[in-house]
């Protein structure tokens, strides 16, 4: 089993940069990894896959062109980084590590962090 743990968030105005972190232990990365984010009173929702050698990616339309996802491998990590923020994007973000199945479902996704608080102010 592999134990992921993301750090990174903050708070942060509108318009700034943050770069999440989601370091794997307990085992190597074997596969594609995935960031979600869930708000408020909302359902978790699909922001980010990337496949294991990085050479494929995927975004949700709401983030793209404005947040870039990313892994090194030596490291088992995988990073999202977030630029433009907006208040919209505010959120409690996870990585997961995928499954299989559709990458933007959660239950494509069978191992997850505990998430990091990402807070844009206006």
């Known amino acids: 089993q592999v134990q992921l743990v993301e750090s990174g968030g903050g708070l942060v105005q509108a318009g700034g940069s943050l770069r999440l972190s989601c370091a794997a232990s307990g085992r190597t990365f074997t596969t594609a990894m995935g960031w979600f984010r869930q708000a408020p009173g909302k359902e978790r929702e699909f922001v980010a896959h990337i496949s294991w050698s990085g050479g494929t990616t995927y975004y949700a339309h709401s983030v793209k062109g404005r947040f870039t996802i990313s892994r090194d491998n030596a490291k088992n990590t995988v990073y999202l980084q977030m630029n433009s923020l907006k208040p919209e994007d505010t959120a409690v973000y996870y990585c997961?590590?995928?499954?299989?199945?559709?990458?933007?479902?959660?239950?494509?996704?069978?191992?997850w962090g505990q998430g990091t608080q990402v807070t844009v102010s206006s």
């Open positions: 997961a590590e995928y499954y299989g199945g559709t990458y933007d479902y959660t239950r494509a996704y069978r191992y």
